[in-house]
């Protein structure tokens, strides 16, 4: 089955300064790479996504990037805020198949105001 | 509270008890999933239910056992567990996965279980 390793697991930075956050993932049939933001106690929410098909995709201040062939993905994050502040968890799906997301570990942000 | 919400917010209960966690997703969804949020793994899928049949297990102790009655309902039952069963107990939903459309899963705020 897929399994998705994440790394850093922790990581802080000053803000304004960028992050960025790896991933990669085992299974080549896996085709869909959400992102998913989790600030202190609350619950996990979709902030960004990507499928197979697309090397990269944008949305304000972050972005995330997509290597088929290493299959690794990663987010980044720009100008960070202290509102960035959470733990981000990568996952991997096959739409086509099962479909389940499959989660990395996740990375605790700390952004330093 | 709209979306997916749980209930209890909070359990404690000792080993021997039995008690059970509900959750209830309001956005017409099809597929409802138990995660299990710890230090250790994050985010563990524990089952999956799509069109109220459940279609993954990953080898999940007997003592969890779940029940979805209907689409919008899912219920975790919890007997002798054990002290290290205590974390987040998170429940999500979705459409329908593995039909090739990109899906957002919904989580809902989870449920803090201390086992004593």
């Known amino acids: 089955g897929e399994n998705v390793e994440q790394h850093p697991s922790t990581l802080s930075v000053q803000e304004g300064d960028s992050a960025v956050i790896k991933c990669t993932y085992s299974?080549?049939?896996?085709?869909?790479f959400p992102w998913y933001k989790q600030e202190l106690g609350k619950r996990p929410q979709l902030i960004i996504d990507i499928r197979s098909n697309v090397g990269e995709k944008k949305d304000q201040r972050i972005a995330v990037t997509l290597n088929k062939t290493a299959k690794h993905f990663s987010l980044h994050i720009t100008e960070t805020q202290p509102e960035d502040s959470a733990v981000y968890f990568c996952?991997?799906?096959?739409?086509f198949g099962q479909g389940n997301l499959i989660f990395g570990k996740g990375t605790k942000l700390s952004v330093k105001p | 509270e709209t979306g997916v919400t749980q209930t209890p917010r909070h359990l404690v209960m000792g080993m021997t008890n039995k008690k059970s966690l509900k959750c209830e997703q309001h956005?017409?969804?099809?597929?409802m999933y138990w995660y299990k949020q710890s230090a250790k793994k994050p985010l563990e899928l524990m089952f999956v239910y799509s069109l109220e049949e459940r279609v993954e297990n990953n080898s999940v102790p007997s003592r969890f056992s779940p029940e979805c009655p209907n689409s919008s309902h899912l219920f975790l039952h919890l007997h002798t567990l054990q002290p290290e069963d205590s974390a987040l107990y998170l429940c999500a939903s979705s459409q329908e996965p593995g039909t090739g459309v990109p899906y957002e899963q919904y989580f809902g705020p989870g449920t803090r279980l201390t086992v004593t």
């Open positions: 299974d080549s049939a896996s085709n869909y």
């Open positions: 956005l017409g969804h099809n597929a």
């Open positions: 996952a991997a799906s096959n739409l």
